[in-house]
């Protein structure tokens, strides 16, 4: 119900209806102010939708959100989304984080000005180029010249380390959350691994567009319904779930190609020395994983998030004290099913409201 009409006309004629020269990102008649559900009056925070972060106006889905808290200062921790939809759903995007920054900006809002000044920076939800979904019952991707809809990875990182750096540079942020939504959960620990990889297959696949690579890495990254082994899910789907394994063979091949090997090194439950390459910034601290698994969600197994965790644990053990990371793993009983966690937004700007009482 919070989620927006997306961001892709369903007719490819007007693929560019939505992004109006005249209505330019940063134009102040864009910034829509959250008011506080709880009375519908207070504002607590301005919600500046469209940005792009490519400065070249490449395509529409090259774009970010923005919401500032009020009385935010810039240079505290930001909490930074990136959406899922298994790299292809044109149904899904930006706006998925709606009903939880509403959330998080309200729960912050109760605070006293000091302390929640500390807390949030800001928060932004990317949108990135999307990969072809050619069967997609109402919205198909039929239109090859549509770069939104014909991305091939690393295009989606590329886009998601870019928007990292447009937030760097025009935002003043400085540390950052990092949180993504199942394909979404993928491309935020994909940030964490050195981006030599993405550059080097750019060179073989890319459609000219080059993005920015080398970006300070998050401080803390959380999953949600993640999928961090793609190849292990189709070679081996768990029990209950190998009705879906022609479906994940579909949309992986769709955004990553066939190779298996390409998959195997995106993934990072199955990529070699994924952890050991995610070096902090500037800023001090253990770097901090949390996963976040509904129970109940019928497209993404339990047995992704236990990998992943049982990935990370090992890998623990291998480092000394001072640089172990530490790990949280949530799994939700009550979650409802795959998407229920950012269309309902209330637990989920719960979580994250924790994670970031976590991060001082
Ligand atoms: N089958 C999946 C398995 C795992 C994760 C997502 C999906 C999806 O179907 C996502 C999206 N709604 C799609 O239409 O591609």
Known sequence: QSNQKPLLASSNHNKM????????????????????????????GHHYP??????????????????FPVGAAQE??????????????PAIDSSSFNASATKILSTLFQQPLEQRKKKLGGIASI??????????????????TDDSRRAKHPDHIADVLTALDHLHKFYLMQSY????????????????????????????????????????????????????DLAGFINNPPKGYERLREAYREFVTGAFGSDEKVWREACPASAERWLGQWKLGHWQGKRKVVLVQSLEDSLVPVEQTEGMAAYLEKEN?????????????????????????????DRLGEILVAVLDWEI
């Open 17 to 44: 209806a939505d992004y109006d020269e005249d209505t330019t990102p940063s134009s102040p008649s864009r910034r829509t102010p959250v008011l506080d559900p709880t009375d519908n009056s207070t504002i607590i």
């Open 177 to 228: 959350v990092l949180v993504g939504h199942s394909c979404g959960a993928t491309l935020a620990l994909q940030a964490c691994m050195d981006p030599v990889r993405w550059k080097d297959l750019e060179e073989s696949v890319s459609i000219g567009y080059r993005g920015v690579y080398e970006v300070a890495k998050p401080k803390t990254v959380v999953g949600l319904n993640g999928l961090y």
């Open 317 to 345: 053990e291998q480092l000394d004290e001072d640089n172990k990371i530490e790990v949280a793993v949530l799994m939700e009983k009550k979650g409802g099913d795959h998407d229920e966690i950012w269309q309902r937004g």
């Open 50 to 67: 469209g940005f792009d972060y490519t400065g070249e106006r490449i395509c529409p889905l090259q774009t970010l959100d923005i919401w």
């Open 127 to 144: 949108n990135y180029r999307l990969s072809p979904y050619p069967n997609h019952p109402t919205n198909p991707s039929d239109d090859p």
């Open 76 to 89: 505290a921790p930001w909490l930074v989304y990136i959406h899922g939809g298994a790299w292809r759903d």
